[in-house]
């Protein structure tokens, strides 16, 4: 089953051999069934075709007016959403987290830190932001701010989840090395939970503060009493790939092999449902705690009422598979993050999908260029960048202005400082080179998310968007 997850996965994503020959052989080192994402990154850096396909294939086919919250030049691995609902947070396979305003309907910073895949995000209740990489590595960042300022250092593995305490003051991370650190986000030393025998999946605290419970590829859900006392092991028939706690303190755990199960505070299982979701990569609770979402690398969501444990619906549509899958504040309203690198968005107690991220009305800003295919194209760029300089800075400069402009001297915004020692100006063809060889590798630094676009036509057809588009008015 394993095995033919990953080389589905594989398949799915590429197509080519080399990623199929690489993600067995890492996975044969790790045993463990979730595609190694410095694997996936690499096939994603080393084949222009799967770039480019990456790239061309949603601004082809995907209705214009849902492109809006296309911002990751990777999967979307992972989803946090702020208490108050106006914030979401996304971390991708192309190393680098996006906060968004889901008032503003834009992304407002790149989050560029971590080595390789941003594997879990958290928001604590004071506004910051937490990413967890597959560097092992944790960031806590500042809104606004351009760098972490706050490093965790420790994790030896990749850390695949994490969790805020109640009270805002320990960030729980999940590592591939079998532990768990408690860190206090004011900063300090670490607490280290061992006895994981294998890879840790998932954290989630319990309501009342009192605990942490964790998932293992063990087959072990953990229960550590915060003050110290020992740990409460419960081993079930499956790996564990992530778990969530509700309201009430029953925990809900997503097993390798479909199953959900549904655990009593003190570790008594009280229930299961098979998801028919295969793995289940990660599971979701509704504030409330009514609805619980399973979602498998493999296909779709599972929608389950918690309390009466049964499956009401299956969310089918587009950017399946999903890795990551979060409720918003009003309990209905699912976002899920997936192999098309957007964020979209679903009525969960319809089975609706809503279209992507953030849409608060339907307008489409594009609307007056319909038929151009330079707009096409810009689709991809509209949730960082505007044209015009009332509209200001998103996540990404404001390109009002931008031909004949120096590199990083826009005032007022904060660029990368490495981007502000090359020797480039903005002119048809340096854009057009941008994105012919992506913003890696001609931008060295660089914090936009990378990209290529490999049509010669359609990079023209951009350009002449933007030199109409982004001039005096
Ligand atoms: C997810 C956000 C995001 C997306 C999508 C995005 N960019 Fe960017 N872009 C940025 C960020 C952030 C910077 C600033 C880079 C830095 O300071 O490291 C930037 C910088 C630029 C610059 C250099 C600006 C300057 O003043 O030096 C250009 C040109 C640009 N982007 C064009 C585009 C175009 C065209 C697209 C679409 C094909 C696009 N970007 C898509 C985030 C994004």
């Known amino acids: 089953m394993t095995r033919l997850t990953l080389t589905f996965v594989a398949l799915l994503l590429a197509g080519p051999a080399q990623c199929v020959g690489w993600a067995k052989a890492r996975q044969r080192r790790a045993h463990a069934f979730l595609l190694g994402a410095k694997t996936w990154a690499r096939c994603f850096a080393a084949l222009p075709t799967l770039r480019l396909l990456a790239f061309v294939l949603p601004v082809m086919f995907i209705n214009p007016a849902q492109a809006q919250l296309r911002g990751h030049g990777g999967p979307v691995r992972a ?5 108050d609902g106006t914030t979401v947070v996304s971390g991708s396979f192309d190393t680098s987290a996006i906060r968004w305003s889901l008032t503003r309907n834009a992304a407002e910073q790149v989050l560029r830190f971590h080595e390789s895949a941003v594997n879990a995000v958290a928001l604590a209740p004071d506004g910051r932001t937490v990413t967890g990489g597959e560097d092992g590595r944790v960031g806590v960042w500042q809104p606004g701010s351009p760098t972490p300022v706050l490093v965790l250092e420790g994790h030896t593995a990749p850390v695949v989840g994490l969790a805020i305490s109640p009270d805002g003051k320990l960030i729980a991370s999940a590592s591939w090395d079998r532990t768990i650190r408690l860190w206090p986000l004011a900063g300090g030393t670490p607490r280290v939970l061992e006895g994981h025998q294998q890879n840790v999946n998932g954290v989630a605290f319990t309501p009342d503060g009192q605990s942490l419970v964790s998932a293992g590829y063990d087959l072990t859900l953990r229960i550590w009493p915060l003050d110290g006392g020992p740990e409460t092991t419960l081993t079930l ?17 997503g097993g390798a092999d479909g199953r959900v199960f549904f655990v009593g505070p003190k570790g008594d299982v ?6 028919g979701q295969v793995p289940i990569i990660s599971v979701a609770l509704s504030p409330d705690s009514t609805l619980a979402a399973a979602a498998g690398i493999r296909g779709s969501v599972a929608i389950i009422e918690r309390k009466a444990r049964t499956l009401v619906r299956t969310l089918v549509g587009p950017g399946l598979p999903v890795w990551a899958a979060a409720f918003l504040p009003d309990n209905r309203t699912l976002m ?3 192999t098309d690198r957007m964020i979209r968005r679903w009525n969960a107690t319809t089975g609706d999908h809503i279209g992507s991220v953030p849409m608060a009305d339907n307008s489409d800003p594009l609307a007056a260029f319909s038929g151009d295919r330079g707009a096409e194209v810009f689709r991809a760029c509209i949730a960082c960048h505007t044209l015009t300089p009332d509209e200001g800075n998103r996540a990404g400069p404001t390109l009002a202005g931008i031909f004949g402009r120096k590199i990083a001297s826009l005032p007022g915004y904060n660029f990368s400082p490495a981007l502000k020692q090359l020797d480039i100006v903005w002119t048809p063809e340096t854009v057009s080179k941008l994105f012919e060889i992506g913003p890696m590798q001609y931008t060295p630094g660089t914090k936009m998310p990378e990209q290529t676009i490999g049509s010669a036509e359609d990079r023209a057809a951009l350009v002449q968007f933007l030199q109409k588009t982004t001039g005096p008015r």
């Not at 989803?79 to 208490?83: D, K, T």
């Not at 009280?270 to 998801?275: A, C």
């Open 270 to 275: 009280r229930g299961e449902l098979d998801s």
């Open 237 to 253: 028939p499956t790996p564990l790939n992530s778990v969530a706690v509700a309201r009430d303190g029953e925990i809900v755990a």
């Open 336 to 338: 899920t993050g997936g």
């Open 79 to 83: 989803l946090a959403v702020s208490p």
